[in-house]
């Protein structure tokens, strides 16, 4: 099997940076984990809140420290730094190879979404963004790792996309038929952020990011190569 990580994102209409921050790592007991933490509001203020979340997630999980307590410990700092006055959304998406699963854990209104065996399902238990309350947990959820099985988190422009001209972003209908050929992470990601600029007629009302995570079937020959890539506007 291959593990594929895709990231898509860009900042909201006029405004030039991002409050989203997305960050990957490396799990030292194997695997890798994709952080998603989303600031509140948007703009340079969004995005120094959204950079303390993700960088004390992502050191955390580099020290081999389990998902959920990486997500609770992100919400302490956050609350403990800025008094309780601040908000953000964070997700985690991980494939763990001590447990062989993919683990999702969100504090965040979004929904996530699994894609497996050709069907689709919403992973939209209600959770509470972080910074603000003091018993906030991460709601989470292990999937078994298969091939032909996708993850896919995304911050609120994706949620929201359209709906200024009365129309949704409906992923979970799109995913199935969007995943029927095995695309790679990459180029699932890159779709599902263009649909959601053709629905806010690319003119985005929110920072919007998506990532996905692909386990799919391998038959690369030795030795087998990683590989990581970014490509960003300067």
């Known amino acids: 099997m291959d593990a594929q990580i895709g990231v898509a994102k860009v900042a909201k209409y006029a405004v030039d940076e991002s409050g989203d921050t997305v960050e990957l790592i490396e799990r030292p007991n194997g695997g890798l984990s994709a952080v ?74 979004c929904a996530a979404y699994v894609v497996s065996g050709g069907e689709c399902r919403a992973l939209d238990a209600s959770s509470q963004p972080i910074g603000l309350y003091a018993h906030t947990r991460p709601v989470i959820e292990e999937i078994a790792l298969q091939p032909g099985t996708y993850a896919v988190a995304t911050s609120d422009g994706v949620c929201s996309a359209g709906r200024r001209r009365g129309l949704a972003m409906d992923v979970a209908a799109l995913l199935p038929a969007w995943t029927a050929d095995g695309p790679g992470a990459q180029a699932l990601a890159d779709a599902i952020l263009e ?40």
């Open 36 to 109: 998603l933490a989303d600031g509140q509001r948007s703009g340079r203020s969004a995005r120094i809140i959204s950079n303390i979340v993700a960088r004390k997630a992502i050191s955390l999980l580099g020290e081999g420290i389990r998902d959920g307590a990486a997500a609770r410990a992100a919400h302490d700092y956050l609350r403990t730094h800025r008094r309780g006055q601040v908000s953000a959304e964070l997700q985690i998406v991980s494939i763990d190879l001590q447990t062989l699963t993919l683990v999702i854990s969100r504090n965040t209104h």
């Open 195 to 234: 649909r959601a600029l053709e629905l806010d007629e690319r003119r985005p009302t929110d920072d919007t990011s998506v990532i996905v995570v692909a386990v799919l079937e391998s038959d690369a020959p030795e030795p087998r190569v990683r590989r990581l890539s970014a490509v960003f506007p300067l």
